[in-house]
């Protein structure tokens, strides 16, 4: 199966895996498990940050960042498409109590302009919740793995500031942006008074994010919710040492998966009957639909064939990743350009 249904579906490489059962451990829940401290001393350096927490998942980084910067009944402002409004079940809701205030865009990106607007938008006095928090994607993975430019995130975080709000950067995949733009993850970061990575993306690591910020909001803010939503661990250096491992190893690799992602889409726009919904990828996510059919039946038939995709708002999406080779893409262009010569014409 060549497995395209998302850069989750990363297994652990055996290297990564004889790091993992090599790790020094201890009681991370007590701050005494050493390869942990050290994957938060690297992160925090990498996003030019003072400290920084390990957490289960992206999910987590996301749920406490809210719950750390706001207070229940405040707003936030985000893109509509966000993965935190639209593929976090809602926790913005349940753990963080906020109102969300989208903004609507076609790529993921909206301008300090917009922001403006909205919270102008907003009735004064009693009427309206205070907006105290603006959150950023990046890159945008709905929005087809689309990248902020580092002055338009400078430009937003400016704006935010100035309008009171807390700062915070969804970076599940930031290290993809950072590849793509030749930028480093600290300036990207910049402007955002908090920022995490996902280790179980692209980056190849079977679990794992970390979230960055300063030393007093990390230690006395993130680390309480992580302790409260059940994120604080034991023996976890054996998870953090895959972390490490892939930012010794998988991170200049973006760059073989953003080419590949290229290529797939050069197929997908030769094939009649299909087309690109974003136009040429910046990173390792291709949207793209079919013209006959649905998206559906398109994918159950490349699984058929031995391709796997995923579909998402009637849309068909593609991911490259570390277990997918050029070779891969230039076969998943095959089978689909057979399925789609075996489709029904248009009617
Ligand atoms: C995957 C993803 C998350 C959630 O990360 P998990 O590690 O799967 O919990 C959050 N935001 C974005 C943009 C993602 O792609």
């Not at 909001?217 to 661990?233: L, P, V």
Request: negative net charge; charged residues 25%.
């Amino acid at each position: 199966m060549i497995n395209l249904y998302s850069d989750t579906q990363t297994r652990p490489t055996d290297a990564m895996r004889s790091a993992m059962a090599s790790a020094e451990v201890g009681d991370e829940q007590r701050r005494a498990d050493p390869t942990v401290e050290k994957l938060n001393a690297r992160v925090a350096e990498l996003l030019g940050k003072e400290h920084a927490l390990f957490l289960p998942s992206g999910v987590m980084c996301n749920a406490i960042a809210l719950k750390a910067h706001t207070t229940p009944g405040d707003a936030v402002i985000c893109e509509q498409e966000c993965h935190l409004v639209r593929a976090e079940a809602g926790g913005i809701g349940l753990m963080a109590g906020l109102q969300v205030e989208p903004l609507p865009t076609k790529h993921g990106r909206f301008t300090a302009d917009e922001v403006r607007k909205r919270k102008a938008r907003l009735l004064d006095g009693v009427y309206s919740p205070p907006v105290t928090l603006l959150c950023v994607e990046q890159t945008h993975n709905f929005a087809g793995g689309t990248v902020w430019p580092v002055e338009q995130l400078n430009d937003v975080t400016a704006t935010a500031h100035e309008l009171g709000m807390a700062t915070h950067m969804d970076g599940a995949r930031l290290l993809n942006a950072v590849v793509a733009s030749g930028q480093s993850a600290a300036e990207h970061a910049a402007g955002f008074d908090s920022v995490w990575i996902d280790f179980s993306k692209g980056l190849g690591a079977p679990i794992g994010g970390v979230l960055a910020g300063s030393h007093d909001w990390i230690e006395n803010k993130a680390r309480r919710y992580k302790h409260m939503f059940g994120g604080a661990m034991r023996q976890a250096g054996i998870l953090a040492a895959a972390a490490l491992h892939a930012l010794d190893h998988h991170v200049e690799r973006l760059a073989d998966d953003h080419a590949n992602a290229k290529l797939l889409a050069a197929h997908i726009a030769d094939i009649d009957g299909l087309e690109l919904a974003h136009g040429e990828p910046q990173t390792n996510i291709v949207f793209f639909r079919t013209t006959r059919g649905t998206a559906e039946d398109f994918a159950a038939k490349c699984k058929q064939r031995g391709l796997d995709l995923s579909t998402l708002y009637g849309d068909l999406r593609a991911v490259t990743h570390l277990d997918v080779s050029r070779d891969d893409c230039e076969r998943a262009g095959t089978i689909m350009a057979e399925v789609m010569r075996g489709l029904p014409a248009d009617v």
